[in-house]
């Protein structure tokens, strides 16, 4: 048996509750026993004390989309205007790394994860390689396998596609989900198939969902960018019909949204889409800075809101973003949108991350029975809270305070 910690700062951010000033966590056996102001919940106490001082204890972020294996591209693609240009420049670079690159670009974006405070990670796989590596991290992780195959249209069970889902480690591994690229590089049978795997299993599915121009385009006209890639790529379907539909609308015509669908990015979503997206509880993913990296443009944050669309937060990979530090994501969003309470972000990044990732029972807030995922933020209290708490986060401030070491 461990001894108990107290674990006493300035202020407790428990996210399921309010802020607690002079709060107290104690923590036993990686567990989460106690959470309060330090006057009542040391009453009686025996354990070791410690007091972090001025500044904030929280829980670990939880970063709902990262692609790790796109680490290794960090620094080699500049932020663009066009979205289109992001997209060649990452498939012409992707195509250049060695496996020892991507092997050590997976283990450079585990340790940034880490380091910037995260707990959970979202990261989507198109090889299966990340995975033994979130394993061996002190993250917890689910590794959204990803498919692509616009060229699919007669397809049977997933595994008949990709073997990668008839191994035994695909159908134990709880932590391991189907995930579908986008509506221009999935076919309609290869949307049913992907959600057919994840249902039986009850397990949440990714999709990148309006995350450009271009992708509007090609579902309302079935021409542009995209038709031009698939030629390229030879996976052009000669007598493929487009669907005539805005993003949402048609992942919702194909039976692919509900409280268990992760819509990555949506910058591009209409308010029918929101609607859409609402009426579904489907979550979206927001990654504002790696939109704003990529020339994906800007996610529509009061639209989504005001419809009632269940958020969560992403960084999205090094090579389409600066870092993966979520942090960053939070100040961004807190800069923007000044006119929401500037706690929000900090609930999209922690406590509506654990639950689109269906792990809100041991993560993603600070209460008795959860896992002791939590870190301190020093604060000098002499600017606004949550934009001082963000810039440190963002600054790399963050220092794990139980366990989570690696
Ligand atoms: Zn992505």
């Known amino acids: 048996m461990g001894e108990m910690t107290a674990h006493l700062s300035r202020w407790v951010l428990p996210v399921s509750a309010p802020p607690i000033r002079d709060g107290a966590v104690l923590v036993d056996e990686g567990q989460i ?37 796109f680490s290794a591209l960090a620094g080699k693609i500049m932020p663009q205007l066009r979205w289109e240009d992001w997209l060649e420049m990452n498939l012409a670079a992707s195509a250049s790394l060695s496996p020892r690159d991507k092997e050590a670009g997976i283990l450079r974006g585990l340790a940034d994860l880490h380091r910037y405070g995260t707990a959970l990670v979202g990261d989507i796989s198109n090889t299966g390689d990340s995975l033994a590596h979130l394993a061996a991290s002190p993250l917890e992780y689910r590794l959204f396998y990803e498919c692509l195959g616009f060229n699919l ?5 997933l595994e008949e596609a990709f073997p990668f ?16 690229h986008a509506p221009y590089s999935v076919s309609p049978a290869l949307f049913r198939a992907v959600s057919q795997w994840n249902s039986c299993r009850r397990r949440p599915q990714a999709v990148h969902l309006g995350e450009s121009a271009a992708e509007l385009d090609f579902l309302a006209r079935g021409d542009g960018f995209f038709k031009d890639l698939l030629q390229t790529r030879g996976r052009w379907v000669p007598d493929f019909t487009p669907p005539g539909m805005t993003p949402a609308a048609y992942l919702q015509s194909l039976g692919f949204l509900g409280p268990d669908t992760l819509a990555v990015h ?8 929101c609607r859409v997206l609402a009426r579904s509880r489907t979550w979206v993913i927001l990654c504002p800075r790696a939109n704003t990296f990529t020339g994906g443009g800007s996610p529509p944050v009061a639209e989504l809101l005001q419809a009632g669309v269940s958020l969560a937060l992403g960084t999205d990979s090094l090579a389409g973003n600066y870092d993966l530090n979520l942090f960053g994501e939070m100040l961004w969003l807190y800069r923007h ?25 041991d993560l993603g807030s600070l209460e008795p029975g959860k896992k002791a995922a939590l870190g301190f933020i020093p604060l000098s209290g002499r600017q606004d809270f949550w934009e001082e708490l963000y810039l440190n986060g963002a600054a790399g401030e963050w220092q794990w305070l139980d366990g989570f070491s690696l």
Not at 153 to 157: E, Q, R, S, V
Not at 165 to 180: C, E, H, K, M
Not at 266 to 273: E, N, Q, V
């Open 33 to 69: 026993r106690a959470v309060g102001p330090a006057s009542e919940v040391l009453k009686g106490f025996q354990g070791s004390l410690r007091d972090h001082g001025t500044g904030a204890i929280l829980p670990g972020l939880v970063n709902c989309h990262t692609h790790l294996e």
């Open 153 to 157: 249209l007669d397809l049977g069970p």
């Open 165 to 180: 889902f008839a191994t035994s480690q695909a159908r134990d591994d709880l932590n391991i989900s189907a995930a579908a």
């Open 266 to 273: 949506g910058t591009r979503l209409d308010a029918g889409d």
């Open 337 to 361: 949108y000044p006119q929401y309470p500037g706690d929000l972000w900090l609930y999209l990044g922690t406590l509506q991350g654990a639950q689109a990732l269906h792990r809100h029972q």
